[in-house]
């Protein structure tokens, strides 16, 4: 218990050096990373996606040109470029191909109006293969409407079994109408559906002896089995872990520009984007808390206009997500009733003589006068960096409680990269030296994975794959 | 490599308990943390005075052997329930900062890891301490793995209890951790080992865990009928049952458990489930009542390889009478597959779902009926079978996995029924 009487200031050397460390991963950005705009120029090309065991896999993928091309330097990327759109507007995007196949883009969920191209395909206009001979690239064009908002993917639509695959697809954000990116954070047309921060859980999987026959060329005799399928890799927003972890766009993986560090503050509502790119269906197990699911493939999950809340919203603590669906769901871990105070009992705040405050004035979520359990809002004052803080959405009944264990010796503990050293938010202690290190700001890390634990590594290896950490940050924290 | 399948049980325990002392540094130490527990056994008895609303646990953390259906034995590792076991000191301690009463309750659980992991009873309201001992791998001396138990889908937990051993704590060998749970929401849960999570999860360590609400014992009169007992505080007695019976789903793969007990490299991206079962057992083993008797064996030998320990104590048989209500605690800790769960010919009324009452955010129930529940790993469902009136005592239903593929132990191609299927039997 000794190792427990520190506190963050205390510590703030060490924080400083491990945040410095730190700088090669950045924060993640609490918005979707992505392009926006009225019309896009897609180029369909080739390129290489690297995993976090060395692997390298040679893929298909969409890359933003034109003005969009800043976006990852005009690279192939996987997934290709996430779009950020606007309820009710019309889009077009012209592509050009420069893949040894024909290729072409369909939106599932959104009503294309136009489409034109080199061929007429199964499901849509097509652009022709890449023509090496007369250095000519096949188009073709699509313009849409992004009828209503939410999360949606957009794909190859000639040969999907093997472009999806190859790394064609990517997905789509269409905010409401009335969002505000400052004042009107919401998902869809509803204030239930209001949120602090968003993420992108992309789900995706690579057999790797697909890719190597196109990368070779298609030989004859090395032609690849569909019913033999059998992946080894499994993605977030097109990273394996523990690459997703990494900073976006970051210069060693120029063709897997996004990364996934979900964070939030206790209290603050987390929108899950979660989209199933692949194959296979995945367990998206959010360690912490219990998530709402509103939304399921683009519609609000909203039977009855009559009533005011989301009538078929329902609670979960492990998505099923399926190819081809996306789920919406919203989060907001507190740390109530957890019988002890995770800011650690005031005996334990040396730094401060009075220990902090759980003040409990108002409702936090209507702002009426009277106590709702949890500790104010910031807006109603609770401050967390006063010198005798309040944090906000505190559970009050569990107040000044200790953890009511006491640790084991720290020569009988195996202790994880993310352990601050402490139980307590925001508090760090003494770890033996090597241990720990990643979580500079002393957070509550929790893990976000595929509960299909054999998709927890990457080609044999463990761990990896479908994996990311979610950090409850203390207050005070910047996230955005 | 057969080396370690021929040896002695006893000399497996004994040799691999000096090795684990051995290799555990001084001051190590078994340690039950339950308050009022004088001696440390997780049971109130013996003059003890608890606190109110108080439930302990005491898991080891281990290997040993299952028996999968069609006869074969299974290198396991998991939990072993040590409840009842006297831990606290009774004698002075040892070099290795255990006492002889601890050094016992390290022999107890050793080589006697269970299949599925002993199954956790709590009650809304209490507040729950879960010691976690590792006993050491006695079959893998070779591996040094610690161990922790995530409880899957407790609200609101902070890292220190969550099992996670890249955000936490995990426990080395010859030692105890301690969680502490304070139960607030009913509902069904499960629990297993977070480390090395897809080789743990894979080997055995998973478990049926469910939270019986506040609102039992309180008469609630549903469609006719009066219950005392509920999955959740509906207020209205819709969640309200006369039988209730914990359904895990679990597969192995045959592959690499013999990979694991033959101290070879494990086959983590060729992982293909072949053993499907319900409760740690394939069919016909589902439905043999309470522990099976039948033990896992050397296939060489014919030496009992769990030595005195009944390792697979939960049966999934289904009985009832007819008209009666029966809940299934549906929970799935598959690693490599989703399952399909189909009642064919009694309708699945679903109640609550990942330990919640299905309910939406007006408090107005989403109750539905349906044949089946797809679940992956991870998931759980509450899910009530209305015995018809009119069934009639000895008939039987079945309920089993719709991926007709895991109608089977390993390779049965020709042996009938077999996998992840159960009955329930009219009485």
């Known amino acids: ?480 | 490599m057969q080396m370690f399948k021929r040896l002695d049980r006893t000399l497996v325990v004994v040799g691999a308990l000096a090795l684990v002392l051995a290799a555990t540094p001084a001051g190590a130490q078994v340690f039950v943390q339950c308050p009022g527990d004088t001696n440390g056994n997780s049971v109130e008895d013996g003059g003890e005075s608890w606190p109110a609303n108080q439930q302990c646990f005491h898991l080891a953390a281990g290997d040993g052997f299952a028996r999968m259906a069609d006869g074969s034995p299974s290198y396991i590792f998991s939990f072993t329930d040590l409840n009842g076991l006297v831990s606290a000191p009774t004698s002075p301690t040892d070099a290795q900062g255990n006492t002889d009463a601890q050094n016992r309750v390290l022999e107890a659980g050793m080589l006697a890891a269970a299949w599925p992991a002993p199954t956790i009873v709590m009650y809304e309201g209490a507040e729950a301490y879960l010691t976690l001992t590792n006993v050491g791998m006695m079959i893998r001396p070779d591996l040094f793995d610690a161990h922790t138990v995530h409880f899957h889908g407790h609200p609101n937990m902070a890292t220190v209890f969550d099992g996670l051993p890249e955000s936490g704590l995990s426990i080395n060998m010859g030692a105890s951790l301690s969680y502490y749970y304070k139960i607030t929401e009913p509902g069904t849960y499960m629990y297993h080992c977070h480390v090395e999570a897809t080789e743990h999860m894979q080997m055995g360590m998973l478990g049926n865990l469910y939270v019986t609400p506040a609102q039992d014992g309180t008469p609630h009169s549903y469609d006719g009928k009066t219950y005392s007992q509920f999955v959740y505080n509906d207020g209205d007695g819709s969640t309200g049952y006369d039988r209730a019976y914990p359904i895990q789903l679990g597969s192995f793969d045959w592959d690499f458990h013999n990979a694991s007990w033959t101290v070879q490299p494990l086959p983590f991206a060729d992982m293909k489930d072949e053993y499907f079962m319900i409760n740690g057992r394939g069919y016909p083993d589902t439905v043999i009542p309470g522990t099976m008797a039948a033990q896992p064996l050397d296939p060489d030998t014919g030496e009992d390889l769990n030595g005195p320990v009944d390792s697979q104590e939960v049966s999934s048989l289904i009985t009832a009478l007819p008209g009666e209500r029966v809940l299934l605690r549906v929970s799935n800790l598959n690693v490599t597959t989703e399952n399909t769960l189909m009642s064919p010919s009694i309708p699945m009324t679903v109640v609550g779902r990942d330990a919640k009452q299905l309910l939406n955010p007006a408090g107005d129930p989403l109750y539905y009926q349906t044949n089946s529940v797809t679940m992956g790993g991870g998931m759980s469902y509450d899910v009530m079978l209305d015995i018809p009136t009119t069934a009639l005592s000895g008939e039987t239903y079945f309920l089993y996995s719709s991926n007709l593929y895991q109608l089977a132990n390993h390779d049965e191609s020709e042996a009938g029924l077999g996998g992840m299927l159960t009955e329930i039997v009219i009485q």
């Open chain 1, 1 to 480: 218990m000794k190792a427990m009487k520190y506190r963050n200031r205390r510590w703030l050397g060490v924080t400083l050096m491990a945040a410095a460390l730190l700088v090669l991963a950045p924060v993640a950005e609490a918005a979707i990373d992505g392009i926006t705009g009225t019309s896009f120029e897609f180029t369909a090309k080739e390129g290489y996606i690297t995993t976090p065991d060395g692997g390298s896999i040679y893929c298909w993928g969409y890359s933003a040109q034109g003005t969009h091309s800043a976006h990852n330097d005009g690279r192939m990327q996987y997934p290709g470029p996430t779009l950020i759109l606007n309820e009710g507007q019309t889009y077009t995007i012209t592509l050009s191909n420069e893949l040894p196949v024909p290729v072409s883009l369909i939106f599932p969920g959104l009503t294309v109006t136009a489409a034109s191209g080199d061929v007429d395909g199964d499901i849509t206009w097509e652009a022709n293969a890449y023509d090496a001979g007369t250095e000519i690239a096949g188009t073709a064009s699509y313009t849409f409407t992004a009828d209503a908002p939410g999360t949606y993917l957009y794909h190859s639509g000639t040969n999907p079994k093997v472009q999806v695959e190859m790394g064609l697809l990517g997905v789509i954000v269409v905010r409401p109408a009335t969002y505000d990116e400052l004042d009107n954070r919401i998902a869809y047309n509803h204030a239930d559906t209001a949120f602090g921060h968003e993420y992108l859980f992309l789900h995706t999987e690579m057999d790797p002896r697909v890719h190597q026959y196109y990368e070779f060329g298609m030989p004859t005799g090395m032609e690849w089995d569909n019913s033999d399928w059998w992946p080894v890799y499994w993605f977030f927003n097109g990273r394996a872990a523990p690459d997703d972890l990494l900073g976006s766009h970051v210069a060693w993986l120029p063709t897997q520009p996004y990364n996934l560090i979900p964070r939030a503050h206790p209290g603050d509502k987390v929108l899950m984007r979660v989209v199933g790119g692949g194959r296979e269906s995945h367990p998206f197990h959010h360690h912490g808390d219990h998530a709402l699911v509103i939304a399921m493939d683009g519609q609000l999950l909203d039977g009855d206009a009559g009533t005011p809340e989301l009538d078929l919203a329902y609670q979960e603590f492990t998505m099923l997500v399926n190819p081809g669906q996306t789920m919406d769901a919203i989060l907001d871990w507190t740390g109530e009733k957890m019988g002890w105070d995770i800011y650690g009992p005031p005996y334990y705040e040396v730094d401060q003589e009075s220990g902090h405050i759980c003040q409990d004035f108002f409702n936090n979520e209507t702002g009426a006068i009277g106590s709702d359990g949890y500790a104010d809002t910031e807006e109603q004052l609770c401050d967390p960096t006063s010198p005798t803080p309040c944090y906000p959405y505190e559970w009050c009944e569990d107040h000044g409680r200790a953890i009511p264990v006491l640790l084991p010796e720290t020569q009988n503990l195996a202790f994880g990269a993310w352990w601050s050293g402490s139980p307590y938010l925001g508090s760090a202690g003494a770890l033996p030296p090597g241990e720990g290190g990643l979580n500079p700001n002393s957070a509550y890390p929790f893990m976000w994975h595929s509960h299909k634990e054999k998709e927890l590594t990457n080609n044999d290896i463990f761990p990896g794959g479908q994996l990311t950490m979610f950090f409850i940050e203390p207050h005070g924290v910047a996230i955005d």
